[in-house]
């Protein structure tokens, strides 16, 4: 069957398109490792110009997912040399056979950072800062009362983000925003105000007593707790790995 032309479709230039269609097609495996990709090929078969393809195929280069060679050409490259936390391959991958994986790997990913997090920002946070993170449990409680899954994921998104932020470690930072960023389940924002999260509210709230206290092993141990709590509600995120 063949491909159809990219140059109706709206949204996305000729370019962002063809580095979308071809992403794509590499990370779901259509285009296995070390496929050579011929961009005479490529600009006939989606009907652009061998300047979008060139272009294209840079930005797919940068992203680990191409190399290109003199006298070999560009291939594919195999998963281990991917850039997977680059925000284009995890969206990819989200919608793809690999979503399994990457879900997986994300939350563990968390379970590296927040309790570190919460660790670091133990006694560094503002009058205010606490206060913003009190109000966000409180704001949490009420989406649980009143059965509303997006806000509470909103209030708990926020949460998490102003506790990695008063952490003051910008790497950190960055990775944690790369996972918050990730493409999420519709159950699982709308899961976000069952009866089991009552008892997450009590960690949430843990955690802020023991970031005003200044105690980090308290608020390290909260965290664990609360990740502990919300992979047990739901089977498809992995539990803490034991070292």
């Known amino acids: 069957m063949s491909t159809p032309s990219i140059n109706g479709r709206r949204g996305r230039g000729l370019h962002g398109q063809l580095v979308q269609q071809l992403g794509q097609m590499i990370v779901s ?118 059965g509303d899954g997006i806000a509470f994921s909103r209030a708990d998104a926020e949460f998490h983000a102003l506790l990695v932020q008063i952490a003051d470690n910008r790497v950190l930072e960055h990775l944690s925003r790369i996972v918050a960023a990730a493409p999420q389940d519709p159950d699982d924002v709308l899961g976000g105000c069952s009866s089991g999260n009552k008892a997450l509210l009590a960690h949430h709230a843990q955690i802020v007593d023991a970031l005003v206290t200044g105690n980090g092993a308290a608020a390290e141990e909260a965290m664990r707790q609360l990740l502990t709590d919300h992979t047990e509600a739901d089977p498809g995120l992995p539990t803490q790995r034991k070292p």
């Open 29 to 146: 495996g259509d285009l296995g490792a070390d496929r050579l990709l011929v961009p005479e090929e490529i600009g006939q078969r989606f009907e652009v110009s061998r300047t979008v393809v060139r272009e294209s195929l840079r930005v797919l280069e940068a992203k680990g997912l191409v190399s290109a060679r003199p006298n070999v050409g560009t291939r594919v490259r195999p998963v281990s040399d991917w850039n997977l936390l680059d925000p284009d391959i995890i969206e990819w991958r989200a919608f793809g056979p690999q979503r399994d994986d990457q879900r997986r790997e994300l939350s563990e990913l968390r379970w590296t950072i927040e309790p570190l997090a919460a660790r670091l920002a133990a006694g560094h946070g503002t009058d205010e800062e606490q206060v913003q993170l009190a109000a966000m449990v409180a704001g949490m409680g009420h989406a649980v009362e009143q």
